[in-house]
């Protein structure tokens, strides 16, 4: 059995899932609130008696929790989270998903949405509403919303273990398997009105990686097909020495 071959094969299929993390995380470098993909490999110990060959895993997927930069937009209805913390919207499916794409609109109806329509939840994962008429918004550090001078409502913010896996939706976005809890008491965590968060994605360094990452992927191939020639060539001397 060539053992070498299997390891060889099993660190291809784990570079094959950086590429594509990577890939995925440059492509959303612009997009507001994204964050990052991260990969972790472990070694995994063959029974290959009599000695025991390391392998690679595929690797385990988990969210980089990095703050992005922030950017001014004097929108009043722009807002990025200070702090570990995520806003909830609700998906066309009638689920919820988590969100740092603090770009909201409002509804004729007065209904707080993102941009693509989905409504904006508050901390008991109801709809947002707004008074449509109101002439001026002020939403204050812990999300609360006035609108000339009353308090008409207060934005979600909602922690999140990622540990146990995520999906993703609809770019920044993000649904984890473990459901989401309010935020209570945490002075570290607040509302900036008039500001977005950026992507948390350094494009140079995830570029570099990618072109690191392609060269090993690119290493290995060239070092199976030695190992494959060599294989052919010795079953032939060994085939004609009889």
Do not use: C
């Not at 968060?197 to 072109?211: G, K, T």
Request: net charge negative.
């Amino acid at each position: 059995m060539q053992t070498g071959l299997y390891v060889a094969v099993s660190s291809q299929m784990a570079l094959e899932k950086r590429m594509n993390t990577l890939a995925d995380n440059v492509a959303n470098s612009s997009t507001v609130g994204f964050r990052s993909t991260e990969v972790k490999f472990n070694q995994v110990l063959g029974d290959t008696r009599p000695t025991k060959v390391s392998f690679v895993s595929e690797g385990k997927e988990f969210l980089n929790t990095n703050n992005g930069g922030l950017s001014q937009t004097g929108n009043q209805l722009d807002f990025a989270i200070k702090g570990d913390a995520w806003f909830q919207i609700e998906t066309p499916g009638g689920g919820q998903a988590l969100t740092r794409d603090g770009r909201f609109t409002m509804t004729e109806t007065g209904d707080l949405v993102t941009l693509r329509g989905y409504p904006v939840l508050d901390a008991g994962g109801a709809p947002i509403q707004l008074n449509s008429q109101a002439s001026e918004i002020k939403v204050g550090a812990d999300g609360s919303i006035q609108q000339d001078g009353t308090q008409v409502a207060t934005l979600g913010l909602y922690e999140a273990n990622f540990a146990n896996g995520f999906s993703r939706h609809d770019n920044s976005a993000v649904i984890p398997n473990s459901a989401p809890e309010p935020v209570v008491d945490r002075f570290d965590v607040g509302v900036m009105q008039g500001y977005v968060e950026e992507s948390n994605v350094n494009p140079v360094q995830e570029m570099s990686q990618l072109i690191m990452v392609s060269r090993a992927f690119e290493n290995i191939s060239a070092l199976m097909r030695d190992s494959e020639t060599s294989m052919s060539e010795a079953i032939k001397t060994l085939g004609g020495s009889k």
